[in-house]
């Protein structure tokens, strides 16, 4: 199975959810992530899913196109400005969406900044954990 996680910049929630992917659903997937622009990977969330003991500072931030497409079997966006821009799928090609929050919009002191990342490394986990117990329903 393939699962394909698109966001805008593809430099947060989009490289956890591959993160956590990887980590949580080993062999039984493959999992690639990819923005409608490329932003470059955010220190925080580097940092913050290294706290969970995933690392996912190799993880390129690139750019969606019709190869990452074509490949996937299930697109997921987490975000709704990728939801609204995702070019049309193939047929067969299975769709959800993650209306998540961007956590490098957030504001407040280093603490309150990091408390953000945390719950949303969290909250994509708990996406990730029900997309792949559905998988294995399947």
Sequence with gaps: MNILYVCTGNSCRS?????????????RVAVRSAGLEAHGLNPNAVATMQ?????????????????DIDWANIVVTVCDHADAHCPLLPLGTRKLHWGLADPARATGSREEIEQVFVSTRDAIREHVEALLAD????
């Design 135 to 138: 998988l294995q329903a399947a």
């Design 51 to 67: 706290v969970a003991g995933v690392d996912i500072s190799t993880q390129p931030s690139s750019i969606l196109d019709d190869s």
């Design 15 to 27: 490289q956890m959810a591959e993160g956590w992917t990887r980590h949580l659903g080993g062999e």
